[in-house]
């Protein structure tokens, strides 16, 4: 079974029986999912560029794809993370676009391999624990923006690990959150760790069992 969601105007068309979506109204994304392998503990969706008029909806289709692994669940969150990016903070969606191949899901810590543009995430940072819904999903998309610009770094030839490429990155990540959201709570946060960038005991890069 292959499914293409085409988010503009939340209209889903399925090339098989059984298709389901969830999208919400952002112009410009679409999303492929196709069912695992015999073996394979995730399956995985693709998040891409709307096809045009004439294309087919394969998981082919469009001129950029983020690949989405994981269970149904966090493949649909991580979908709507996207939506909310791509909604609200356009120009960091561009970047996440250009800048991330692959997010998944895993067990472990979460990580970034930049040369392979590869976000694993975690439970605990895909859905904090003491938020409620919306601000989960928020702290979510505001972790992929700052990974992409990790990687945008990276791809550019600039240190992209350190003190002043994660002040470069909670830089990047804090714009976006105040374009997602009107409640400043999350960037008041992120702008803390700014400030305190110098202080040994805030530098969480350096810490083991980061969340982000």
């Known amino acids: 079974m292959a499914l293409l969601v085409t988010l503009a105007g939340c209209k889903?068309?399925?090339t098989g029986p059984g298709g389901s979506a969830d999208g919400g109204s952002t112009p410009g994304a679409g999303i492929a999912a196709s069912e695992p392998s015999a073996g394979s503990p995730?399956?995985?969706m693709?998040?891409?560029a709307e096809p045009s008029a004439t294309a087919e909806p394969t998981a082919t289709t469009g001129p950029k794809v983020i690949e989405?692994?994981?269970?149904?669940?966090?493949?649909?969150?991580?979908?709507?993370?996207?939506?909310l990016i791509?909604?609200?903070?356009?120009?960091?969606?561009?970047?996440?676009?250009?800048?991330l191949d692959v997010i998944e899901s895993v067990a472990a810590a979460p990580s970034l391999n930049v040369e392979e543009k590869h976000y694993a995430v975690d439970e605990a940072?895909?859905?904090?624990?003491?938020?409620?819904?919306?601000e989960q999903l928020l702290w979510f998309a505001g972790t992929i923006v700052h990974r992409a610009h990790h990687s945008a770094l990276f791809a550019r030839g600039e240190a992209h690990t350190g003190k002043d490429a994660e002040v470069a990155c909670l830089?990047?990540?804090?714009?976006?959150?105040?374009l997602m959201t009107n409640n400043p709570f999350f960037a008041n946060y992120v702008?803390?760790?700014?400030?305190?960038?110098?202080?040994?005991?805030?530098?969480?890069?350096n810490q083991s069992n980061r969340h982000w």
């Open 12 to 14: 889903a068309e399925s």
């Open 42 to 44: 995730n399956s995985t």
């Open 46 to 48: 693709t998040a891409a």
């Open 68 to 83: 989405v692994i994981g269970d149904e669940a966090f493949r649909t969150w991580t979908v709507r993370a996207l939506a």
């Open 86 to 99: 791509e909604t609200r903070a356009p120009e960091a969606y561009a970047e996440v676009l250009a800048s």
């Open 125 to 134: 940072t895909a859905h904090g624990a003491g938020y409620d819904e919306n």
């Open 171 to 178: 830089a990047v990540q804090k714009a976006a959150l105040e």
């Open 191 to 205: 702008q803390g760790l700014i400030d305190g960038a110098d202080d040994p005991a805030n530098q969480y890069w």
